[in-house]
């Protein structure tokens, strides 16, 4: 992975650049991202530089065979740990090295691949990814190793707000206190999602969110796609590049989660005094529930960036709106004057309780008729 591959981000290259140069190499870091800002790819190039003993601002350098093992992502000193869930190749005590061939597949399609786009790969239908203890152990033996080519070694906790407490306590003194010759990147969208005993022992560097420009240029040169619709999706995709190519190739779940969206806020809008509309409501509960707790946590977190954009478009924001309605007969417009700063802090708060106890293994139709029944009150009051 090459630093001149990565979208943006620009001062977060230069930085570990210099740093590497002069052999200011942290032990443990932190990248804090949003989804498609790069904090992944920026990890591996990161982790080719020092171990390929590479310079200048590409990661080319003399020893050719290194740079191409990480350029296959088969390099023996990188090592990488991410969530996973059992399935049926794997059915007790799951590990990352046990999916280590779909995660090659898995970035060798699009590096910048979200956790969702990750939990596809592996089929999670009702469970919920996590990083156990055993990732723990394997991170544990595989650090005590000397390095193979006698350079750096470097682990990469992809998702690091995964790690169950179990997993998170067996790693505290390796973060503290790390073998030599070795550098952990941890990587996370949700900093305060990390135990506070793990972020203070870290360096940490913040990703801000692409600018449209750059995503647009890249669409353009790597897509082959106009000006205008690169410009037209650069907007749509909010920062996340990720995003983007989904859009460009009408693989993203928006449109089903746009259709469940307007279903129920319409139910919720005829609700009041409607007890027609109140089955309405628990016959979508029982439709959000079929689905798997990491989609209702998706859909759920969709909601909120809509009832957001309800709210810009409310306060005359128009230029920071970036969606466009596919469904039939509905419009932001319409449903803006019902979002406002009477209710939206509510709105807002119980989507998220609503995604904490689907988290924590709650019964998805109770929690999700409750919420309905709550919207109705909200979207009513003025």
């Known amino acids: 992975m090459q630093f001149s591959d990565i979208l943006g981000q620009e001062h977060i290259k230069n930085h570990l650049i210099e740093s590497a140069s002069l052999g200011r190499i942290p032990h443990a870091q932190l990248f804090i ?23 200048g601002t590409e990661n080319n350098g003399s020893n050719v065979a290194c740079n191409l093992k990480f350029n296959n992502l088969q390099h023996p000193d990188l ?24 995660w090659r597949i898995f970035l060798s399609e699009n590096v910048y691949g ?6 596809k790969t592996l089929g999670v239908q009702n469970k919920q990814g996590e990083i156990r ?36 306590n067996k790693l505290l003194k390796l973060i503290e206190e790390p073998t030599d010759k070795t550098v952990l990147i941890l990587i996370s969208e949700n900093e305060e999602d990390i135990m506070q005993t793990i972020r203070s022992r870290c360096q940490v560097l913040h990703f801000n969110k692409l600018p449209e420009k750059i995503i647009a240029n890249a669409l353009i040169s790597n897509e082959n796609i106009d000006e205008k619709l690169a410009n037209k999706i650069a907007h749509q995709s ?35 005094g409607n007890a027609s509309a109140i089955l309405d409501l628990i016959s979508w509960s029982e439709q959000i529930a079929g689905l798997g707790r990491e989609p209702q946590k998706k859909f759920l977190n969709y ?12 306060y005359n924001a128009e230029k920071l709106v970036y969606y466009e309605s596919k469904i039939e007969k509905f419009k932001l417009e319409n449903l803006a004057p019902f979002v406002n700063g009477t209710n939206i802090n509510e709105i807002f708060t119980e989507l998220s309780e609503a995604i904490f106890h689907i988290e924590r293994n709650g019964n998805a139709k109770i929690i999700m008729t409750d919420l309905s029944i709550k919207l109705t009150r909200l979207i009513h009051r003025k």
């Open 33 to 55: 991202g949003p989804e498609g800002s790069g904090t992944l790819p920026m990890a591996i190039a990161y982790a080719q530089y020092i171990a390929c003993q590479n310079s």
């Open 238 to 272: 909010q920062g996340n590049y990720n995003k983007a190519l989904q859009i460009f190739k009408e693989e993203t779940d928006d449109l089903p989660f746009e259709k469940c969206f307007v279903d129920w806020v319409r139910a919720a809008y005829r609700a009041k």
């Open 114 to 119: 979200g956790l969702f786009d990750w939990y």
């Open 303 to 314: 909601c909120i960036d809509m009832f957001r954009q309800a709210l810009i478009l409310n």
């Open 133 to 168: 203890v055993d990732d723990a152990q394997e991170i544990l033996k595989v650090l005590s190793l000397k390095s193979h080519e006698g350079g750096y070694k470097t682990m990469i906790i992809w998702m690091v707000d995964k790690l169950n407490i179990a997993a998170s």
């Open 79 to 102: 090592h990488f740990i991410y969530p996973t869930v059992s399935t049926e190749e794997v059915k007790t005590k799951p590990k990352s090295i046990d999916f280590i061939q779909d």
